[in-house]
């Protein structure tokens, strides 16, 4: 074992603090990573704070990993020391199972193993991001373009591939209108990278308060939800709508802006359960649906991609002192557009 500093909450809803962790050996297909940069992502607090539940603690969270292969296990075949990689919300999956074989290792029918705030195949908790150091499976990594900066392409583990997955799936692109409700660290990478696909994209946003950010980042329209007007002009407009907020919505709303077959997309996981009059989706044959993140072969996809494209998160670096200040100001919308730790500070 090796004993590499962290951050980490002691208990629910406990603030951060600095403390030691132990990381696993390097086993025969495993990589050690020195992370460089950690993104924060708002299921980090969720988790921290139990808002989904019973959670695991003490918890490092993190799982918007980008670094540098230090160590690689005598079967490793896909890096060497030195590479530039990342580590996404995944660490292992039961690899058996008919989505594991698919490519779709998120949706694992045995359960994938997170990053932090799981067990391991041993029965032993796994640790994220705020920290020196991580090993993982060399088939859980993913190797970061060398267009892509690691500060920036840190975010694209979590933010990136949770919108580019639903974008590819439901045919984003050309002749296509996307709606993108939220313009935060989720909804604007789903902006850039529908903007990129070549699609026809609108925020939606409850104020026009970041309707210029918006715009700069390749959305074509933005709206603010708070006028009823918007409900009644958009009405029918939209193919595809991604819902990157975590707060409760009007899915009725929404729903009726979309066109005959459209599919309105949850990316965000709101703490409370939803209500909804199914006359909504029965009206127009439209879909509810829902996409959690993406598999690995997907991810380095969306890597290649943003690296093609030169799509990299809008962040704020900071020194890992700041995170419990970067939480509560992730919750006050404080941020354009998500923060990254510098590993360096820990």
């Not at 030691?20 to 969720?46: P, Y």
Request: aromatic share 6%.
């Amino acid at each position: 074992m090796t004993t590499v500093a962290a951050y980490a909450a002691p208990a629910a809803k406990a603030p951060l603090e600095r403390t030691t962790i132990e990381r696993r050996e390097v086993g025969e297909f495993d990589v050690l990573i020195d992370i460089k940069f950690a993104g924060i992502c708002h299921s980090d607090i969720h988790q921290a704070r139990e808002g989904w539940g019973e959670a695991i603690f003490p918890m490092v969270p993190g799982h918007e990993i980008a670094g540098v292969v230090s160590e690689v296990g005598s079967g490793v075949t896909r890096f060497k020391v030195g590479d530039r990689v990342g580590v996404g919300c995944m660490v292992d999956s039961c690899r058996e199972c008919e989505n594991c074989k698919a490519g779709l290792e998120q949706y694992c029918l045995k359960g994938m193993i997170g990053t932090y705030n799981a067990l391991d195949k041993n029965g032993e908790p796994t640790y994220g991001g705020y920290s020196e150091k991580i090993v993982v499976d060399e088939n859980y990594t993913v190797r970061i373009p060398d267009g892509l900066s690691l500060d920036v392409a840190a975010p694209l583990l979590c933010a990136g591939i949770t919108t580019y997955s639903p974008l590819r799936h439901w045919n984003a692109g050309p002749g296509k209108k996307v709606a993108v409700v939220g313009l935060g660290g989720l909804g604007h990478m789903a902006v850039k990278l529908a903007h990129a696909m070549g699609a026809e994209v609108t925020v939606l946003s409850q104020s026009l308060r970041k309707k210029e950010d918006g715009l700069k980042l390749g959305a074509d329209h933005y709206y603010a939800t708070s006028d009823p007007k918007t409900f009644e002009e958009l009405r029918g407009t939209f193919d595809l709508i991604v819902s990157t907020v975590s707060a409760p919505l009007d899915f009725g709303a929404f729903l009726s802006l979309l066109k005959t077959d459209g599919a309105l997309v949850n990316v965000g996981a709101p703490e409370e359960p939803i209500s909804l009059n199914l006359f909504s989706v029965i009206s127009g044959r439209k879909t509810l649906a829902g996409s959690g993140i993406g598999g690995i072969r997907e991810t380095q996809e969306m890597l290649d991609f943003c690296a093609e494209h030169r799509i990299g998160a809008e962040i704020e670096l900071i020194g890992a002192s700041e995170i419990n200040d970067a939480y509560e100001r992730v919750l006050n919308s404080d941020v354009r557009y998500r923060f990254v730790i510098d590993a360096a500070t820990i």
